[in-house]
């Protein structure tokens, strides 16, 4: 099996090359990734030099680029991760959200389309759904509710992607994944950015009153999901991924700091994100049902797997934190002061 993987110098699109490379019956993985802030190619040291594996920094919505390497690598399947993925980004400067959420996306499609590609899948976010009152969860026909520009770009690229697979018979599918967690992350979401303060006796900044509900999902099991997805699923559906492990924002700092051995004097209530959505809920039974898949780590187990990761890579997270990030943090938290 020949793939492209767009996005795999980033958080969780790494996590996927690395666990495809693992295996003996490895396929062969082109990444294309423009290597923007988020994406760092010693996310992908550990399988650099496997057979099979190639690299090529470029745009998502850079059309001729990417129809040259659709043409070259004749793949069975695009497997699309790339995108802006941080909603605070987004808020703070949402153009490159449409440039390379919708854009590129509009573009792979294209280049699938033009070249036959055989699947195409689309990795996106239970964000689309929007904020979730008690007691419902969304499935797959949820109505699409987003508040934020990231999750306005997603549900767009979402949009898209079904119109190529109704129009064009583009043979494209879905993923719907909730909040991810693990090593790799860039630490501007919440469980690496906690992780990080919590054991640098930094700060940990709650915006609101923290009682704001995520389902957490480890990234391993999250590609084991895209990959289910990827091989079982359904051309022209969604399928949603959730971790079974709903939590509000606080417990979730309690837990880290339980596991760094970091001070509750640390914590800082900081005004809230604008457009904050509340909860967050998916069932993930279709996925289940359709290809046996399930989540498999335990959340208490993934933190310490992923604390420990951060704890003995410290070099990673200076060298990433260094330059454009110590900008948008500065911006990001400097406003925000104490919560009213
Ligand atoms: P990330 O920000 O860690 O990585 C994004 C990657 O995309 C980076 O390597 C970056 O260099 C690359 N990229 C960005 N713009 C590009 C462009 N124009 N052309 C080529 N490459 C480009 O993101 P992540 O957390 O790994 O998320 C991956 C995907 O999963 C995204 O589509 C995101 O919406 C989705 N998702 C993320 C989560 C989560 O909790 N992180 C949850 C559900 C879904
Ligand atoms: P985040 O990791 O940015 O993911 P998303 O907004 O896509 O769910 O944030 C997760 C939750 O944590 C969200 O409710 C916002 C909150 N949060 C904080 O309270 N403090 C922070 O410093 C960050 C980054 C997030």
Known sequence: MKLIVTGGAGFIGSAFVRMLLSRSDAPSVTVLDKLTYAGNLENLEPVAKMPGFGFVRGDIADLDAVNQLVASVQPDAIVHFAAESHVDRSIESPGAFFDTNLRGTFTLLEAARRHKVPRFVHVSTDEVYGSIDEPHDADEEYPLHTSSPYSASKAGSD????????????????TRASNNYGPYQFPEKLIPLMISNAL??????IYGDGMQ????????????????????????????????????????????IAQTGASRDQIK???????HDRRYALTTEKLMRETGWEPQMDFDRGLAETVNWYRNNRAWIDRVRSGEYQRFYDQNYAGRGVAS
Do not use: M
């Not at 949009?159 to 879905?174: D, G």
């Not at 480890?218 to 492990?245: F, S």
């Not at 209530?269 to 457009?275: C, H, N, S």
């Open 159 to 174: 949009l898209l992607v079904k119109s190529y697979f109704h129009t064009f018979q583009v043979p494209a599918l879905i």
């Open 200 to 205: 640098e006796g930094k700060e940990l900044p």
């Open 213 to 256: 509900i995520r389902d957490w999902l480890y990234v391993d099991d999250h590609c084991r999901g895209i990959e289910a997805v990827l091989r079982k699923g359904r051309e022209g559906e969604i399928y949603n991924i959730g971790g079974n492990c709903s939590l509000p924002n606080r417990e979730v700092v309690d837990r880290i």
């Open 269 to 275: 209530y900081v005004k809230d994100r604008p457009g």
